[in-house]
């Protein structure tokens, strides 16, 4: 059990017994801490059960409120007797200023009093789902495909009708089925208006205002969250970088890695490798080749002298190409006349 859970039930079973403002004042207190903790923490259960012990605190210190005797002359300074004076009462009381209660709670604790026993227990529960539902849920990075899509036509409420359909629920204690068809609206508007007025009013914690011990508490919580929230989005943020790596940036530079590949296995080479190492022995200054070997690789350099060499230095022999048919049949007929004169040439010297 934690130490935040043991605190909750020690201050739950002193409210219980509580007989003085003070000790309810205490409890209230308490259910403070415990909330700013289990916030911090994203504990629902907790944050649920310092939320309920608020309330009822709030409800006995509205009853024990309204069980007080009406302020008389006397008690703010006014004499009763002549053995007082107007700056030093003989009776004085404590006011709630000086209790420790402000406005703003002594507004709470009169209402909450006010309700009836049924209908202050279905607004302690609606107070409890709504401080749930206020823990942060954990970050997703959600990209536009990944978006859901909803079949139905979505109701926009603006911030002012929502904040009345509220108050004609809480503070006017309509029904919210009643409050659903004054304003020609669903049950389910209604309740997360509800919910969202609940959360609005729900006073924010003041660190200041806690025990030395729980500011540190929750000091030390609220920087364990942060550094889980800077991990988490760290690893959202590494996850989504794969993510685009992989659907974008790799199947590009594979493409073009195999394109590559191809171009490389596409190459033939001028010579072989035999010859290669024939020309590069004779060439090397550490070397004294015969004149056979000089002669072999003479041959093999320059019978690759074609490809070596640029076409401009050394124009690539041959008759160009007939373009149409009359040129391929004057070449023709050239070459069969330099046939003819060839074999006569060759007659004349027979004979």
Known sequence: MSEFLVRYNAARKALAEAVRVDEVKEALSEAEAIRGYAQVAKDRGLI?????LRRRAERRLGEMMAAQPKATG????????LDGFRENPSN??????EAGIDKNLADRARKAAALPEEEFEMRV???????????????????????PKSSKRRIEVSDAKREAIARAHLDDRKPKEQVASEFDISVQIVKTSVERELGRREPPIELKTLPPDDQKRVATALDAEKRRLQASFEQAVLDEVKR??????????NKQAFEHRQIIEARKGVMTRK??????????PDQSASKERLADAFIAFTKHELALCAEKEMPTSGAPIPRTYDEMMKRRGGMKAKRRKQSNVVQQRSL
């Open 48 to 52: 649920e059960n310092a939320t309920e």
């Open 74 to 81: 006397g008690e703010h300074g006014g004499k009763r007797r």
């Open 92 to 97: 004085p009381k404590a006011t709630l200023a």
């Open 125 to 147: 529960q609606e107070a409890k789902s709504a401080a749930a539902r206020s823990v942060e849920k954990p970050m997703k990075v959600v990209g536009s495909k990944d978006k």
């Open 244 to 253: 685009r790596i992989d659907k974008t940036v790799l199947p590009h530079y």
């Open 275 to 284: 010859d290669y190492l024939l020309i590069a022995s004779c060439l090397h």
